[in-house]
């Protein structure tokens, strides 16, 4: 899916959503629709703590995220 939507998507979704609300004055038709939200967790979730270094030592370095790992798709 694009991150930015031409014009003529603008459009389309200004007509549909002006359609839904056209509907709605009519009969409740918004109550009976169900929205759905998704979401990609990673399923081994390590948590980082924040630590101290003393002057002039180096932060600790952490491992960078795997793109291999187990995700999880959520849907709410």
């Known amino acids: 899916m694009?991150?930015?939507l031409i014009a003529e998507?603008?459009?389309k979704r200004k007509g549909a959503c002006l359609a839904l609300l056209r509907d709605q004055?009519?009969?409740k038709i918004l109550d009976r629709i169900v929205t759905c939200e998704e979401k990609c967790v990673y399923y081994n979730n390590t948590s980082r703590k924040g630590g101290w270094s003393a002057p002039g030592e180096s932060a600790g370095s952490v491992a960078r995220?795997?793109?291999t790992n187990k995700k999880l798709l959520l849907c709410i």
Request: hydrophobic share 15%; no cysteine.
């Open 2 to 4: 694009p991150h930015e």
């Open 9 to 11: 998507d603008k459009s």
């Open 25 to 27: 004055r009519k009969e």
């Open 65 to 67: 995220r795997a793109l």
